[in-house]
């Protein structure tokens, strides 16, 4: 059963404009929270995170959204730019189980020029 | 800067044959991992490593098996490939207490 679950497969936005990727969880004991971005032939790569003590992180044009009490977090783009096109996985862990880490079915976002 | 590196990057294998998927990582990371992803499931953990001579089962551990003999290589082994472990293999690896793991570039395994 998939803990982790994006429910949008694929997302196209404009340049310049907001991109918004949504994440469910199921598991209450998840406390932490990441965003990979992977492109075509080549690994994951991270790009931010949460814990669960935090609602909101950012860094530079990306932010991570973390509402706890729906079991759901969201990865906000600003300004999308066509780099951005990749496909975007989160994934979520408990604390002080390996870094076992479940990971969503992803997201592939295109940025239109 | 090699980070992590997956060998081979591509494989066909035939139902019952057996292969050795290497990887190996330059940066000391205590922690190793085995993902695999296939469509529509995103990435499942198969097993892990917290390091040298430690192996752990992950969500889909069935018919792989893992040597972790040196800190810097994580060897995943297919004893009887089966069709069903037709997939993408993914190599990561972790500082101990950082959620940050890096990737490799995958092997793309396919069993006829």
């Known amino acids: 059963d998939q803990q982790v679950k994006q429910n949008s497969p694929s997302l196209s936005v404009q340049e310049g404009r907001i991109s918004i990727l949504n994440c469910d969880y199921t598991?209450?004991?998840?406390?932490?929270f990441l965003w990979y971005k992977k492109y075509p032939a080549e690994g994951p790569t991270f790009l931010i995170s949460?814990?669960?003590?935090?609602d909101k992180n950012e860094d530079g044009r990306f932010t991570v959204f973390l509402n706890k009490s729906a079991k759901h977090l969201s990865l906000h783009i600003v300004p999308s730019q066509p780099g951005d096109s990749a496909v975007y996985f989160c994934?979520?862990?408990?604390?002080?189980?390996?870094?076992?880490?479940?990971f969503g079915t992803g997201t592939s976002l295109t940025v239109i020029p | 800067n090699a980070g992590v590196t997956q060998t081979p990057k591509f494989r066909v294998l035939k139902t019952g044959q057996s292969m050795t998927l290497l990887c190996a990582q330059d940066?000391?990371?205590?922690?190793m991992y085995w993902y695999r992803q296939d469509p529509g499931m995103g990435l499942r953990l198969i097993h892990y490593s917290v390091g040298e001579g430690t192996t752990a089962k992950g969500e889909v551990p069935d018919g792989y098996n893992v040597s972790r003999l040196k800190k810097q290589n994580f060897l995943l082994g297919l004893e009887s490939a089966a069709p069903s472990q037709t997939s993408v293999y993914f190599c990561a690896s972790s500082y101990m207490g950082s959620t940050e793991a890096f990737f490799g570039q995958g092997t793309r395994l396919t069993v006829v």
């Open positions: 598991n209450s004991m998840f406390d932490y």
């Open positions: 949460i814990s669960s003590i935090k």
């Open positions: 994934a979520a862990s408990e604390w002080n189980t390996g870094n076992q880490f479940y």
């Open positions: 940066m000391n990371h205590e922690y």
